[in-house]
């Protein structure tokens, strides 16, 4: 199943609007952003609670906003700094490819295969009736596997790539499912950046 549109860069999906741009940012740029974020941010690794029992969770995050709302998943709830320069300026050349506002970013930092982030929706109350999320993958490449909740065929994978943007819309968030999932192969680290609207 051909799901690329070379030209305008859209997968054609049921129930959802999904963009991905290979070379947002060039290998250079990436780079310096990689390491600039992996150095100055203050990463954390929350206790997730799954199926009553409390886990470490399998990578390390950070959260970021122009205001001071909070972000609440899997139980747990971060509070925002303030934008660095470096991450104003990544939201400001994310918000004209997207053609949207943001307000927060959260940053997952996967140090190797081991660290994974589990079937999900972004689909908290406080990110609104249909989001726009838009990540960007710095680092190591990773798979995003998405499969829809209802349509069993309708299960698919995209290899993030160093300085590739992924911008989901519609009701993707409602009807389909997204993971970056455990690997047993040799990987470096990746950094993910999901800009998003908290209202």
Partial sequence: MDLFSEEKRLFNLPNAQLIYIENFYDKAKADTYFERLK????WQQDDIKVF???????????????????YSYSNIT???KIFTSELQQIKMDIEKEAQHHFTS?????????????G???????E?????????LSLGETRPFHFKHRRLKDERHKINLDHGSLLIMKGEMQHYWLHQI???KKD?????????????
């Fill in 39 to 42: 150095t100055t941010v203050h």
């Fill in 52 to 70: 009553g029992k409390t886990y470490q969770q399998p990578r390390l995050t950070a959260l970021f906003a122009n205001n001071n709302k909070p």
């Fill in 78 to 80: 971060m509070q925002p």
């Fill in 105 to 117: 970013v959260l940053l997952n930092l996967y140090r190797d295969g081991s660290d994974s982030n």
């Fill in 119 to 125: 079937w999900h929706a972004d689909n908290e109350k």
């Fill in 127 to 135: 990110l609104g009736k249909n989001p726009v999320i838009a990540s």
């Fill in 181 to 183: 999932a455990k690997t």
């Fill in 187 to 199: 990987v470096g680290e990746r950094i993910n950046l999901t800009f998003r609207t908290i209202i």
